[in-house]
């Protein structure tokens, strides 16, 4: 089951930038909901590094957190992909809607799941496994691929701050 991938939680500020994480394939927890205390008992007890952009949380919950610097999206995501070596590319294993396990889907099964159009035209489905949302290399998909390109990945020849 634990195929030794870092795992995160994020605090109630780090929304967005979990939703990419797990676009990335990391799996990350992010409940708004939750109160700090059972965000860092969350990560002691899972074992995941949590993600904070509080100076205090980070204080008191020691080598389990990592405080965030960064203000903005993409800069946090370029600081947090940075620092824990994590390669900024789609890869369709956790869903970025509910942090549940990706799979390839039969496409004869998702059939009546997708737009006529799109079944017509792509040839491999991915399912999440926990609440069903049907994914496919389409647009969505190419238009975050520009958004890494363009914000994440320019850090090379990007040195403004
Ligand atoms: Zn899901």
């Not at 109630?12 to 008992?41: H, K, S």
């Not at 610097?69 to 940075?82: D, P, S």
């Amino acid at each position: 089951m634990d195929d030794g991938k870092i795992k995160f939680i994020a605090d109630v500020m780090l929304g967005r930038t979990a939703r990419w994480l797990r676009l990335f394939g990391y799996d990350t927890i992010y409940n708004p909901d939750v109160e700090d205390f059972d965000i860092l008992f969350t990560a002691l007890i899972e074992g995941r590094i949590l993600l904070t952009r509080d100076v205090q949380l980070a204080r008191t919950g020691g080598s389990v957190t990592y405080l965030v610097r960064a203000n903005n999206l993409w800069k946090q995501l370029q600081e947090i992909t940075n620092h824990f070596s994590i390669l900024p590319e789609i890869s369709l294993q956790i869903c970025p809607v509910c942090n549940g396990k990706i799979s390839p889907a039969e496409k004869v099964k998702i059939q009546d799941s997708v737009p006529r159009y799109t079944y017509l035209t792509h040839q491999k489905f991915w399912r999440c496994e926990k609440c069903g949302k049907i994914y496919w290399k389409g647009s969505h998909l190419q238009l975050a691929r520009e958004d890494i390109i363009s914000h994440i990945l320019k850090r090379d020849s990007d040195n403004e701050n």
